[in-house]
């Protein structure tokens, strides 16, 4: 499989700054998303010094650091005692020498010691250096010749990982992992079902170890961050019911619900039209959200013996109708001025059934695009368009409105005729599986 695609727009960047008088950037990048990789691409036409920073002892960093100089120039550094003070001293005389890109990756694990010995290099102007880090740049107190943001992959970009998939299973590998490079390359098979096995359910199930990191990391004690997560999992997205259900006073919930919002992991539906106000939530990390629904506490998982895709496919199949409205909501940002986009429901309603609304501008007009998003064997037929604009009927406060059916195994024809007759717009495989420009 493809190892590094895109970021053609950032490595021109980088090129940039390499041109430039001031030759330092920063590169702004979520765990995973694929900087290391990015930032040694860019190194493959220069000699580099690459030092990565873990999480750990300021010791544990000097040693880091030390090492890549000594793996550089092939040469002990004879000291009993280091400093950042002095270990930059020997690296001005080594960047003097060979004129290296200097790279200090996971600057966020790095002490403060660090900081001001990096300032005061770069201030030497003379050679390129880059640090790769994540919300901590205001630290460094130093205007950068850029700052690179790295956005996770787009579907188009993540698919040309995968060269040997089919285009659905591609779809269904960026459902499961979104734009992550790291987890893509980990889902490496030829297919989703045996990437899925791999990744999984394997000897070695690499992205259940990682979820599980993620959990852990979180500033949310790990057993209520998962009693929360799962009953997000399972249709729970309502503050006063996860309360309830775990035990625990509103007040403390709120608390948990707004770190878990900050981390990323949920995030709260934006209710249009009009939804009820009061407050509902989702998983937002898709990767997470897998496994809680299909493989934590899965007694599949837990009893049988070797377990395989097909014991899990009928849990696969209700997380794919359910990411799949994320999936239909980045194609309404990409094809539509969207002025507002978010969920409406019925009061007290299964939290897993909102309706997706996006309000867009046409010839200077606002517009409710109504969605309603199929992720299931067989053609739509024209009894799902009944349904589907009965539902619709109930939806107001909101500017003219327009229905839009997605399905990623086609419609039938009649309905296709119906759909034509009543001007709702249908978006296919062919449109949701196309790659950018063909």
Same mark, same amino acid.
């Given at each position: ?7 053609? +727009?950032?490595? @021109? ?7 430039? +008088? ?17 930032v040694r691409?860019?190194?493959?036409k ?6 990565t920073?873990? +999480? *750990? ?16 120039? /092939?040469?002990?550094i ?11 001293? =020997?690296?001005? *005389? ?11 990756? /996971? ?11 990096? !300032? ?10 880059i640090l ?6 205001? !630290? ?15 579907f ?8 040997k998939?089919?285009?659905m ?22 297919d ?9 359910l ?25 009693? =929360? ?25 709120? =608390? ?5 919002t ?10 249009? /039209? ?8 989702? =998983? ?12 934590? *506490?899965?007694?599949?998982? +837990?009893?049988?013996?070797r ?8 849990y696969?199949?209700m997380?794919?109708?359910?990411r ?7 194609y ?8 507002n ?12 059934k ?19 998003c199929?992720? @299931? ?13 009965? !539902? ?15 399905s ?11 759909? !034509? ?6 978006? /296919? ?10």
């Open positions: 499989m493809a190892s590094f695609v895109g970021r053609q +727009e950032e490595l @021109r960047r980088l090129d940039r700054v390499l041109e430039s +008088e001031r030759k330092i950037c920063y590169v702004e990048a979520e765990p995973r998303m694929g900087a290391t990789t990015f691409r860019f190194c493959d220069s000699k580099c010094i690459h030092t920073f873990r +999480e *750990g002892t300021e010791r544990e960093c000097l040693r880091s650091f030390r090492n890549a100089m000594e793996d550089f120039t /092939g040469e002990p004879e000291s009993e005692d280091l400093d950042f003070a002095y270990l930059f001293q =020997i690296l001005t *005389g080594i960047a003097r020498e060979y004129d290296p890109v200097i790279v200090f990756d /996971g600057t966020h694990n790095a002490p403060d010691s660090f900081v001001s010995q990096v !300032r005061w290099f770069s201030e030497q102007r003379e050679h390129m250096v790769i880090g994540h919300n901590d740049r205001e !630290r460094f107190g130093m205007t950068f010749s850029d700052v690179i943001e790295l956005e996770p992959l787009s188009e970009e993540s698919r040309l990982m995968h060269p998939m089919s285009p299973d591609a779809l269904r590998t960026y459902m499961v992992v979104g734009g992550s490079p790291a987890y893509h390359s980990l889902m490496n098979k030829s989703f079902e045996s990437s899925v096995e791999k990744a999984f394997g000897n070695y199930p690499k992205l259940c170890t990682e979820c599980e990191l993620i959990l852990r990391r979180s500033s949310v004690p790990y057993p209520m961050c998962c009693a =929360i997560l799962s009953d997000m999992a399972n249709s729970m997205g309502r503050p006063v019911d996860i309360a309830q259900t775990e035990g625990i006073s509103r007040q403390l919930c709120d =608390i948990y619900l707004k770190k878990l900050e981390e990323d992991l949920i995030c709260r539906l934006n209710p249009v /039209g009009n939804a009820p106000r009061k407050p509902v939530y989702i =998983i937002k990390n898709p990767l997470v959200a897998f496994y809680l629904m299909v493989i934590r *506490g899965n007694p599949v998982l +837990e009893f049988g013996d377990p395989g895709y097909e014991d899990i496919e009928h696969v199949d997380f794919m109708e359910l799949f409205r994320d999936i239909c909501e980045e309404l940002l990409r094809h539509h001025d969207c002025v986009i978010g969920r409406w429901w019925i009061k007290e309603e299964n939290t897993f909102p309706t997706m609304l996006a309000i867009v501008k046409e010839d200077e007009q606002e517009v409710c695009l109504v969605a309603d199929k992720f @299931r064997g067989g053609k739509i037929d024209n009894g799902a368009l009944k349904a589907f604009s009965a !539902r619709a009927e109930l939806i107001s406060e909101v500017p003219d409105k327009r229905l839009v059916m997605f990623i195994s086609g419609f039938e024809d009649k309905l296709q005729k119906k759909a !034509r007759n009543e001007g709702v717009i249908l978006v /296919g495989p062919a449109e949701l599986l196309q790659l950018s420009g063909q």
